[in-house]
Nanobody, 115 residues
Framework: QVQLVESGGGLVQAGGSLRLSCVASGMSFRSNAMHWYRQAPGKQREWVATIRPSGSTNYVGSVKGRFTVSRDNAKNAVYLQMNSLKPEDTAVYYC?????????WGQGTQVTVSS
């Protein structure tokens, strides 16, 4: 059974930083791309970042240069370092992975950026 557990969210002032973590279990972590999504109140869920098994990364344009995704295969963990946070980054952030059988989501972690 695949489980993704996020942590690290919280309340931060604009310009501040947070580091989100996602620990995976029940999957072949090192062979899977891992993704971060977010969902702001009243909006659709939005893809934020991807890190592939090779370590290559992609970001949505609005976070490029501010967010960094990384992974630690020894810990089955993926991280999202968020710097220079803006009020528009306020959302629930979700970890995501998929395989040939299904798509998996964590429970989400709330990030609130005050102006």
């Amino acid at each position: 059974q695949v489980q993704l557990v996020e942590s690290g969210g919280g309340l931060v002032q604009a310009g501040g930083s947070l580091r989100l973590s996602c620990v995976a279990s029940g999957m072949s972590f090192r062979s899977n791309a891992m993704h971060w999504y977010r969902q702001a109140p009243g909006k659709q869920r939005e893809w934020v970042a991807t890190i592939r098994p090779s370590g290559s990364t992609n970001y949505v344009g609005s976070v490029k240069g501010r967010f960094t995704v990384s992974r630690d295969n020894a810990k089955n963990a993926v991280y999202l370092q968020m710097n220079s946070l803006k009020p528009e980054d306020t959302a629930v952030y979700y970890c995501n992975a998929f395989d040939a059988f299904s798509q998996y989501w964590g429970q989400g972690t709330q990030v609130t950026v005050s102006s």
